[in-house]
T-cell receptor, first 114, second 114 residues
Framework: EAQVTQNPRYLITVTGKKLTVTCSQN?????MSWYRQDPGLGLRQIYYSMNVEVTDKGDVPEGYKVSRKEKRNFPLILESPSPNQTSLYFC?????????????FGPGTRLTVL | GENVEQHPSTLSVQEGDSAVIKCTYSDSASNYFPWYKQELGKRPQLIIDIRSNVGEKKDQRIAVTLNKTAKHFSLHITETQPEDSAVYFC?????????????FGTGTRLLVSP
């Protein structure tokens, strides 16, 4: 089954404790993105990747890191989480340029930073 | 950069009525306009999209219209049903080369009452 998976689905942590949210897709997609969803703000892009070892900042990259060592995986790293990073996070992948192709979203990760 | 505004933020209708959600965008070069539906606790999923060479597109009870001159596009849902209740996001991006960022609106919560 073609899908995007994320882990963990729920995470409660404390300020400053490094964490990683994993994202994996089995559709051989080149393009992957991370979004955060906050009430009243919609979906905002954090980082994106066009291919292995090619990543770039989105609209709200501060406090986040990503890596793309393999085509299927695109982890999101929070080196020192803060309460303002409490949010719902979605990973997405696209088979081609976003101007032409549907984005497939993962199930989401709800993060709470105390 | 692109800015997408979406209205209304909430919309309540009776079952069987029509619902219209409107979006405006700022970048005249944008040429791809998808709509995503997010049911409660679920991931966003593409329901319909339109490209700038088309003025209207229909898929059963949903339709999207695009006015490039005015830089706005709308989602129309006819004969609404309770299962249409969800948050709807419009988005815009441009061109097909490279990675063109998809910019989302802030979402419309649609509630269809039986």
């Amino acid at each position: 089954e073609a899908q995007v998976t994320q882990n963990p689905r729920y995470l409660i942590t404390v300020t400053g404790k490094k964490l990683t949210v994993t994202c994996s897709q089995n559709m051989n997609h080149e393009y992957m993105s991370w979004y955060r969803q906050d009430p009243g703000l919609g979906l905002r892009q954090i980082y994106y990747s066009m291919n292995v070892e090619v990543t770039d900042k989105g609209d709200v990259p501060e406090g986040y890191k990503v890596s793309r060592k393999e085509k299927r995986n695109f982890p999101l790293i929070l080196e020192s989480p803060s309460p303002n990073q409490t949010s719902l996070y979605f990973c997405a992948s696209t088979g081609g340029p976003q101007g032409y192709n549907e984005q497939f979203f993962g199930p989401g990760t709800r993060l709470t930073v105390l | 950069g692109e800015n997408v505004e979406q209205h209304p933020s909430t919309l309540s209708v009776q079952e069987g009525d029509s619902a219209v959600i409107k979006c405006t965008y700022s970048d005249s070069a944008s040429n791809y306009f998808p709509w995503y539906k997010q049911e409660l606790g679920k991931r966003p999923q593409l329901i319909i999209d339109i490209r700038s060479n088309v003025g209207e597109k229909k898929d059963q009870r949903i339709a999207v219209t695009l006015n490039k001159t005015a830089k706005h596009f709308s989602l129309h849902i006819t004969e609404t049903q309770p299962e249409d209740s969800a948050v709807y996001f419009c988005a815009a991006s441009k061109d097909s080369t490279g990675f063109q960022k998809l910019v989302f609106g802030t979402g419309t919560r649609l509630l269809v009452s039986p």
